[in-house]
């Protein structure tokens, strides 16, 4: 979120599978992204702002069904 809590757009997403292996998404209007199919595990998430000025990474858990 930028300040005042407004989504971030057109931010893109990388989602790491594994050392020669990544997914990419880019945030929609809403700040929203999604990867589809992506098995549960534990991953590394990082996050690139549009303009350049940031980057955020995060360890996040995808649990199954």
Do not use: K
């Amino acid at each position: 979120l930028l300040p005042g809590d407004r989504p971030l757009a057109g931010a893109l997403a990388q989602l790491v599978i594994s050392a020669n292996l990544s997914l990419f998404a880019e945030s929609g209007p809403d700040g929203v992204f999604t990867f589809a199919a992506v098995p549960p595990n534990t991953y590394q998430l990082l996050i690139s702002d549009p303009i350049g000025s940031g980057r955020a990474t995060r360890t996040v858990t995808i649990a199954g069904d």
